[in-house]
């Protein structure tokens, strides 16, 4: 994918599972060898392309939600915990991962990466999760 700024405050997440684009404020155009034709994005919305199933799809997003990595917190809206733990791991630099029994339970809230206690237990203490340290990572499963 190519992302053209045209004047604008945005973020793109390029991960191996696809890539995000979100706009913040201004526009900018998305192309890709595997789109007809460029995407125009304007402030609120975005683009998650899956690599897996090759489906584009166009979100709508609240302009102050993105990047909230930005200010040392991150905001999720029903967003699976195997999405969570990629940003946690991405944005504190701490290494988490999820057990596979609730990687696509979603979550809501805003987590803390700059402040006093590790993210990960935070969202552990929220979701009443488990901690597994496991090969230098924290991996969240379900209480037992």
Do not use: C, M
């Amino acid at each position: 994918f190519q992302v053209t700024d045209i004047g604008t405050r945005f973020s793109v997440a390029n991960e191996v599972e696809g890539v995000s684009v979100e706009v913040e404020e201004g526009a900018l155009s998305v192309s890709s060898q595997r789109l007809g034709s460029p995407i125009a994005l304007h402030a609120g919305h975005g683009l998650h392309a899956d690599r897996s199933s090759a489906t584009v799809q166009l979100v709508s997003v609240e302009p102050q939600r993105i990047a909230t990595w930005r200010n040392g917190k991150l905001q999720f809206d029903e967003v699976p915990l195997a999405l969570v733990a990629r940003d946690i791991s991405r944005y504190s630099g701490r290494k988490v991962t999820v057990d596979r029994a609730i990687a696509g339970q979603p979550f809501s809230g805003v987590i803390a990466i700059d402040q006093g206690e590790a993210p990960e237990q935070t969202l552990a203490q929220i979701l009443s999760l488990d901690i597994q340290r496991v090969d230098g990572a924290s991996r969240l499963r379900p209480r037992r």
